[in-house]
């Protein structure tokens, strides 16, 4: 069984640097990649008698400039092409709303998601999403469940989109729905699977959680607890999304596999059905080359240390796949040229690198919400929720797809007027989710108190001067804040309509294209850096708080 998560729309390979001195760049993944290596598993699975399972575990449409603009539809032809089976709904899947630009697609709130899905050869699977007060969903080509035939041996299927679907997602297209959950969910359905003759009963869910060791006692989140929750037999392979990780592990006698995120790699489980018993084992990850290098034939940049050594070369199996992977290819090319604006458009040249993390400071989040505040007048603040960042610039010129890969949301500006009363709340609200992520913050800062939960016990503007208990605050915000997004619904649910307002037509990503192509000089060089001079915006003063943020370092392997 192959499995792929959280592709978030990336058609195109993603780019690693390998460790060695000086550094080499390979591309990883990517919809050509992606093809050659399911074809060459299927190859060699059917050459020894197996048959494959190919499962995603949901994010898969929203991120990237291609599928954006064409909500999802290159996707979809990627899936067709691989011959997916079945696929989880993820949060971002509901993040197009309705057909068309936004504002302009009619009343449906998932027209996208709708007609993705009612064109997909193959189910979405959503058996713990409901209308509000009952009933059924009635969407089309979406169930509960899938049962299927492969290799001699029935196999179940059930998915699950992640409960933090109205935290994570536009609220206008989801406030309507229920998201059950997980465990009687499972239970209920793993029942009937068998019932109908499942010998083979699989968890396909966007929901994650983590393992900082090979032992499975140090796996977290969601998943692990789920699987630990449940009688053992309820099922028998378990595929899980969301947290972007990389792990493949037993818990509580159920493989248990993530393959990272953005199709660098293939999540695999190995099932055997002999006498009406079930083995299943999680593999390690495959991970999904576009190159290699020629001496060693992976693509393990990370592993790589000391002189360069052996060439960088294509995958040979894009050769040995050329039928598929250049119908793939023109495809794409196909809705590359009616994209507009370009996406390989330079609008400006970054002198040094912004790195963003969830955790601590974010040069690419100050940026962001430098020019968010900067775009809404009389602002004296910005807020932006870090998970609404998706990533840094690198060193060179910014491109148009660059600024649509970090920014991928068509979230459009807002301001409310906040005391610093209730910005403390929302900042310790938004602490409170699992994540343990602080929001990224312009022309203010704060310090918190690792504590559970954690405690913001300082609040300053960008002077370093405690915010006035008695005055509100100009902040500028996004329109899924507002819509009460991680954290923010409990306080703004409050606030007057007078205090908070939507900046309708005015997309975020908009405004940051206009701002680099003002810029006139090279961003976040030295004389002008991106980051304040001073204090930063978040301090943790007996952290890190959660445990640290792994370094987006030079050399780190791709999955491991």
Request: charge should be positive; hydrophobic fraction near 40%; aromatic fraction near 4%.
């Amino acid at each position: 069984m192959l499995s792929l998560n959280d592709l978030h729309g990336q058609l195109d390979p993603v780019l690693v640097q390998s460790g060695e001195t000086p550094p080499r760049t390979l591309r990883v993944g990517g919809a050509e990649a992606l093809v050659a290596q399911v074809a060459q598993i299927r190859r060699e699975e059917a050459a020894r008698g197996r048959a494959v399972i190919l499962l995603d575990a949901g994010d898969f449409m929203q991120g990237s400039v291609l599928s954006n603009h064409f909500e999802g539809v290159p996707v979809r032809d990627l899936h067709v092409r691989l011959g997916v089976d079945g696929a989880a709904v993820g949060n971002h899947e509901f993040d197009f709303g309705p057909v068309g630009p936004k504002g302009t697609g009619g009343p449906d709130p998932r027209g996208a998601l709708k007609a993705w899905a009612k064109a997909a050869p193959f189910p979405l699977l959503a058996a713990n999403i409901a209308p509000k007060g009952g009933g059924e969903l009635g969407w089309p080509n979406t169930r509960p469940t899938l049962l299927i035939e492969r290799g001699g041996v029935k196999v179940g299927v059930i998915g699950l989109a992640t409960t933090e679907t109205p935290a994570t997602s536009h609220l206008e297209n989801v406030g309507d729905l229920e998201f059950a959950p997980y465990e009687p969910v499972v239970k209920k359905h793993a029942r009937a699977l068998r019932a109908e003759g499942a010998e083979v009963v699989v968890l396909l869910a966007h929901e994650g959680g983590s393992c900082r060791t090979r032992d499975p006692a140090s796996c977290s989140g969601p998943m692990p607890r789920l699987l630990r929750a449940l009688p053992r037999g309820t099922v028998d392979a378990a595929i899980a999304a969301h947290s972007h990780g990389c792990f493949w592990h037993e818990v509580n006698g159920v493989p248990l596999v993530q393959a990272c995120s953005k199709g660098v790699a293939l999540g695999r489980i190995a099932i055997r059905v002999r006498g009406g018993r079930v083995r299943a084992e999680a593999l390690s990850p495959q991970v999904v080359c576009h190159d290699v290098f020629g001496d060693t034939g992976d693509c393990e940049a990370g592993l790589r240390h000391g002189p360069a050594r052996g060439e960088v070369l294509e995958s040979p199996l894009l050769r040995a796949h050329a039928p598929a992977v250049s119908a793939m290819r023109s495809i794409l090319d196909g809705y590359r040229r009616r994209l507009s604006p370009r996406p390989d458009e330079v609008l400006a040249r970054a002198a040094r690198p912004l790195h963003h993390g969830r955790k601590g400071v974010s040069a690419m989040g100050a940026f962001v919400t430098a020019v968010m505040r900067a775009a809404v007048p009389g602002a004296e603040m910005a807020l932006m929720n870090a998970g609404g960042v998706r990533g840094g610039f690198a060193a060179g010129p910014v491109t148009y797809a660059d600024v649509h890969r970090v920014f991928p949301f068509d979230n459009q500006l807002a301001v409310v007027e906040l005391t610093a009363a209730e910005l403390r709340e929302i900042l310790e609200a938004y602490m409170a989710r699992e994540s343990h992520g602080h929001l990224i913050a312009s022309g203010m800062a704060y310090k918190v108190r690792c504590t559970d939960p954690m405690k913001v016990v300082a609040l300053t503007d960008s002077r370093g001067r405690p915010l006035s208990e008695r005055r509100r605050y100009r902040v500028a915000i996004s329109d899924f804040l507002l819509a009460g997004g991680v954290g923010f619904g409990e306080v703004l649910a409050r606030l007057p309509a007078s205090r908070k307002r939507l900046i309708a037509g005015r997309l975020i990503r908009d405004e940051l294209v206009k701002s680099l192509k003002r810029l006139g000089r090279p961003l976040n060089s030295r004389a002008h850096p991106v980051l304040p001079k001073g204090p930063p915006p978040v301090v943790e003063l007996d952290g890190p708080c959660g445990g640290a943020e792994p370094k987006a370092a030079r050399g780190r392997p791709i999955c491991r």
